[in-house]
């Protein structure tokens, strides 16, 4: 057999078994893919830090919106898939949308969190944009439980109406992927737990076992590391057992997510603070179905990294407070025979 074969046969393998529990890397930052891809797209998830003018002078306003949301808009028709968060204003959203198709001619599809209702003064402050066209209506869901301003303060969570969004993207005549959206509770573990069940549901409810499944988001849990610690031992925190439940509740049928950056690297990848590189922990998610063992179409990364958007026009040099994850992606067939 082709010795590439034999190659591609064993990182699958690896990372089948990886999804049985927290594992060590499995993908190398560079990998040597087979030939006849199905499909190659750059997809980068990124935390904004564009607040609402409300929460400005409570919430750590960073300042030159203006100049940032432009700067942002500038960077995104780079990538095929991008999920956004904290991009609370209408206005700052409708930049945002409008540069991008602006940069790429009209190519972009968009989905955005629905209006505040109820006791929620803002939006969720999500923002999917993608090259592909989306399949049918999406679907969102905006979470029950939330820190509130009586229980933790003005900069309760609740403020605003956090949740997911679910969009089926048409790659192809014969190819459509579940991509999900969201942003966690930042101060309540309690709420954030709840948080995550409901994420479960609702991703059990709108995917299949039949379709390629994405999630992405700020899930503010902090990533085990190193990811490789072994998965009988007791979580060293509070934060690696929120890891371990976040990714035993998200499924993709019978098999856990695969958590896109400790499948790939040995390093910790922190994304909370864009300027502290690794001397902080990663929040930030892109989240992948496994490969089928019946050979139906799977991802493959091709390169996965952080990228802070370093900007020394902006006083505290980045475009925001958190990193952003980033990550090119290929989706073939899991067992396809490589054809030379």
């Known amino acids: 057999m082709d010795g590439r074969q034999n190659r591609r046969e064993a990182l699958l393998t690896l990372l089948a078994a990886g ?43 960073r300042g030159q919106d203006d100049y940032r949301t432009a700067a942002i808009a500038a960077q995104l028709h780079r990538y ?24 790429s001619e009209g190519a972009y599809h968009t989905v955005c969190s629905p209006k505040a209702a109820g006791r929620h003064l803002v939006c969720g402050g999500l923002l999917l944009l993608s090259r592909f066209p989306i399949e049918g209506e999406p679907h969102f869901l905006t979470y029950k439980s939330a820190s509130r301003v009586y229980t933790h303060g003005i900069k309760a969570d609740g403020l605003a109406a956090k949740g997911v969004i679910h969009a089926r993207l048409r790659l192809s005549d014969d190819l459509v992927v579940d991509c999900f959206l969201t942003h966690l509770e930042s101060i309540s573990a309690k709420a954030r737990a709840r948080q995550v069940a409901q994420l479960a549901e609702f991703v059990a409810e709108h995917s299949s076992p039949d379709r390629p499944l994405l999630v992405m988001g700020d899930m503010n849990i902090a990533a085990d590391f190193p990811s490789a610690a072994p998965a009988t031992a007791p979580p060293a925190s509070t934060a690696s057992s929120e890891y371990r439940l976040l990714l035993d509740s998200l499924r993709h049928g019978d098999k856990k997510l695969v958590d896109l950056w400790a499948a790939s690297h040995a390093t910790r990848g922190g994304t909370r603070d864009a300027l502290a590189k690794e001397d902080c922990n990663r929040i930030d998610y892109i989240l992948l179905s496994p490969p089928h063992d019946d050979g139906a179409i799977s991802w493959e990364p091709a390169s996965v990294r952080v990228e802070p958007f370093l900007d020394a026009n902006v006083k505290q040099g980045s475009l925001s407070d958190h990193a952003a994850i980033e990550c090119r992606l290929s989706l073939r067939p899991a067992y396809q025979e490589a054809r030379r």
Not at 36 to 58: G, K
Not at 80 to 103: C, H, K
């Open 19 to 61: 999804t049985a529990s927290v594992a060590g890397p499995v993908w190398s930052q560079t990998l040597d893919l087979v030939p006849d891809a199905a499909l190659d797209l750059r997809v980068m998830f990124f935390n904004t830090h564009l607040l609402p003018s409300i929460a400005q002078t409570i919430a750590g306003h």
């Open 80 to 103: 095929d898939l991008v999920g956004l968060s904290e991009v609370f204003e209408a206005r700052r959203r409708d930049e945002i949308i409008r540069t991008v198709q602006e940069n």
